[in-house]
């Protein structure tokens, strides 16, 4: 054989044990053979993070192979009756493999006439007594590298007797290697051994409740499927091998399914340690779980498995729905801290607009909002450690807010009382209530002032506060008109009363005026008579003048004495203790009006 062809030959094989080995165990794999000293080297290797049953892959490399004996590997057995076969598993990248399985292969090589040509280089007769078959296998070159051409004898035999010995010996090994193999005479060791296999096996899964029970009776099941492959298809035990090989493998299947449900479970549990996890996870783990319960589900009603499957399906549903609960709430919780985060988007926009107590109101409910959104995020949930700071950091938000708001709440109150108290007082002055009015007054201008500086209402109350404080001077000054006039007149009634009438009075806020009786004027011969010449006139000149000074001085208030026929005597002024003729008095209107006396 060629080199090139022969090298081809052995990676088709190994494509072959790759393939099939993939089928049996779903993962990445890498195989590959070679030829070295007459043995057929199979090396199986696979990723770091990938766990491999060794006993599993060597039982499906080794069917694999001993099913291609006419086929893949008959360039491999053509020269040879019995071909040693070693397995490998290896994980990448590392220098030594982990787990080995030797056996052997035997074949029937095929018998083809010779040639003309080929006959020429058979032993010679001194020779043919010295061959041996032995002899001849110690001097074969290995497989994998190409012979050399051999060597002519120096003698030579004829054509025809070498043809015939070589017939003889070909035959004869055909013969002995056939009558060798096992299911040929007697009895057949391997399906008993599988059959008993198989028996120990359907008792063990009536009772198998571990996954360690479960793989160790697809074990059984794989050893006994195996056993049947090596009886020879001429044995009278072939049919028999096939027909219980069909019912093992239906067994194997069965189980096969429970071993992988049983690993993608205990994947699943491996991977549900630690939580919270992201949501990919848990949509992983389900996947496995999913995977796990389609797997039992395929288990047949007549298999010995399908008690212990239905059993795990209802542990696998529950635990799948403990995952969906699982996801959902993740879903929940991511949720409602996006939507947490959009009212607080909405909320700072708010704020930053805001110029009215009821926006900062608007602004206010946004964040409360956002953080009532926050606030049911489960502890054990990947949102929880997010939703915890974003609380504290609204939070702040929220307390700051919360006192600007307090703030416009009490602009807004006191900007109202302080309208309510204006009113009031404009009514108590209608009321020439003078008290209650400078009472009012007061309070309203004291909440007008309250309003604080960078609140909404602070630019509408300043000319409040101006007009209310000349209101309430105006309303003092008023107040204290009234309280003089009150005075005033008590003391004009005793003036003016008794049994000699010496005067008549009448009092207003706006003036006081006393009128002297004519009995009393035409008898008052102290009395002075109106002049232009005194300014201010003496109050020493007359008992009556004189006590309406006491009472003006009493009450500081002007009061104007008039004659008994009604013309002006003068202004008695308490700020220039005495009386003003009546032609200085329009010139003293038009004076200011002395500031009022601080002992009042």
Known sequence: METASYQSQLRSLGQYLQDSLQQEVPVPIDVRCVIKQDKLLVLAQHPPDISLDAKRAFSTLRKALTAQTDDLLHPFLADVSTLAV????????????????????????????????????????????????????????????????????????????????????????VAAYVLSRPCVLGSCRPLLQAEELFTQSQGQMASATSAADVKAIYEQLTEASYLTTVVPHWSGYYEDALAQRDRYDDHVKAVSRVVDAQADAFAAAQRSQNPPHPIATWEEIRDLWESAIAQLEEVPADSPMHGLAQQKLEEYRGNLAAINQRIQMEQEAQS????????????????????????????????????????????????????????????????????????????????????????????????EQWSQAVAAWQNALTNAQQVPTDSAYHDQVQPLVNSYALALEDARQNLRLAIAAQTAEAELNKLCGGDTARCTYQVSREEVQLRLTPAYQATAASFPQPTASSIPLSVSMDTILHQVAQVGNAARVEINVYNADGTLFGRYVPSLSGYVPPAYIEVLDQEPAPPPNQDD
Not at 148 to 172: D, E, H
């Open 336 to 431: 409602r801290v996006r939507s947490a985060r959009e009212m607080a988007q909405r909320a700072t926009e708010q704020e930053a607009g805001s110029d009215s107590p009821e926006q900062w109101q608007s602004a206010y409910t946004a964040w409360q909002i956002s953080m009532e959104m926050l606030q049911p995020v489960p502890a054990h949930t990947m949102s929880y450690a997010e939703a915890q700071q974003l609380l504290s950091l609204y939070s702040t938000r929220m307390a700051t807010l919360r006192d600007r708001l307090s703030q416009e709440e009490l602009s807004t109150t006191v900007y109202r009382q302080s309208l309510q108290l204006a009113d009031q007082a404009a009514t108590y002055e209608q009321q």
């Open 86 to 173: 070693q397995l490998y598993l290896r994980v990448e990248e590392q220098p030594q493999p982990y787990a080995f399985h030797p056996f052997q292969i035997e074949a029937i090589a095929p018998v083809e006439a010779l040639t003309d040509d080929e006959t020429d280089d058979l032993l010679s007769e001194d020779e043919l007594s010295n061959w041996s078959s032995e002899s001849a296998m110690e001097d074969e070159e290995p497989l994998d590298e190409p012979s050399s051409p051999p060597q002519r004898p120096a003698k030579r035999l004829s054509w025809r007797l070498g043809a015939a010995v070589a017939g003889v010996v070909v035959v004869a090994g």
